[in-house]
T-cell receptor, first 114, second 114 residues
Framework: NAGVTQTPKFRILKIGQSMTLQCAQDMNHNYMYWYRQDPGMGLKLIYYSVGAGITDKGEVPNGYNVSRSTTEDFPLRLELAAPSQTSVYFCASRYSGATNEKLFFGSGTQLSVL | GQQLNQSPQSMFIQEGEDVSMNCTSSSIFNTWLWYKQDPGEGPVLLIA?????ELTSNGRLTAQFGITRKDSFLNISASIPSDVGIYFC??????????????FGQGTELSVKP
């Protein structure tokens, strides 16, 4: 199993550009998450999904969109990049068993918007 | 919305000392989780707590799920240099439509002097 695969690792965008951060997991997890982490700060939940076709907003959804057409993939879309979106982005997935809350994280995407 | 307040923000301790950090919220959570994050990595799960009042240990780490379901603490005993990192609490929402929503505290940065 590859676990959670997140691409790209680094990206520089100009203000107003758009891009999609890719996230895929091969563990058949139904829950998937996108977080952003600003320097020296905690993780803020952007969007999450409890299964294919179901997504919901987290704490900081503005400026982002997601889709979950399959169990495996959960891409995050930035339509009009802004400097405030400069951050490290983490995708994560987990199994929803009653006593299995282990969150598997991708390796992160460092995004700079200039 | 749901928020987790984690304290302290940072700690500087001597090797061998015990450490305590906690998280509080105005919302009820049905699961509390504690993670550690090393630089450039995603967080790694340390301890998961599922029931109010539950006290769970993982080696030198002990965590408790508060009786009110609105707080949790993490203790590290006899700290060692490899304990250095950022520790995060995280909570899983209790509402049926937010059962997948996992949010993080702001983090406690731990420094250990040999």
């Amino acid at each position: 199993n590859a676990g959670v695969t997140q691409t790209p690792k680094f990206r520089i965008l100009k203000i107003g550009q758009s891009m999609t951060l890719q996230c895929a997991q091969d563990m058949n997890h139904n829950y998937m998450y996108w977080y952003r982490q600003d320097p020296g700060m905690g993780l803020k939940l952007i969007y999450y999904s409890v299964g294919a076709g179901i997504t919901d907003k987290g704490e900081v959804p503005n400026g982002y969109n997601v889709s979950r057409s399959t169990t495996e993939d959960f891409p995050l879309r930035l339509e009009l990049a802004a400097p405030s979106q400069t951050s490290v982005y983490f995708c994560a997935s987990r199994y929803s068993g009653a006593t299995n809350e282990k969150l598997f994280f991708g390796s992160g995407t460092q995004l700079s918007v200039l | 919305g749901q928020q987790l307040n984690q304290s302290p923000q940072s700690m500087f301790i001597q090797e061998g000392e015990d450490v305590s950090m906690n998280c509080t919220s105005s919302s009820i959570f049905n699961t509390w989780l504690w993670y550690k994050q090393d630089p450039g990595e995603g967080p790694v799960l340390l301890i998961a707590l599922y029931k109010a009042g539950e006290l769970t240990s993982n080696g030198r780490l002990t965590a408790q799920f508060g009786i009110t379901r609105k707080d949790s603490f993490l203790n590290i005993s006899a700290s060692i240099p490899s304990d250095v990192g950022i520790y995060f609490c995280a909570g899983l929402g209790i509402l049926y439509n937010q059962g997948g929503k996992l949010i993080f505290g702001q983090g406690t940065e731990l420094s250990v002097k040999p």
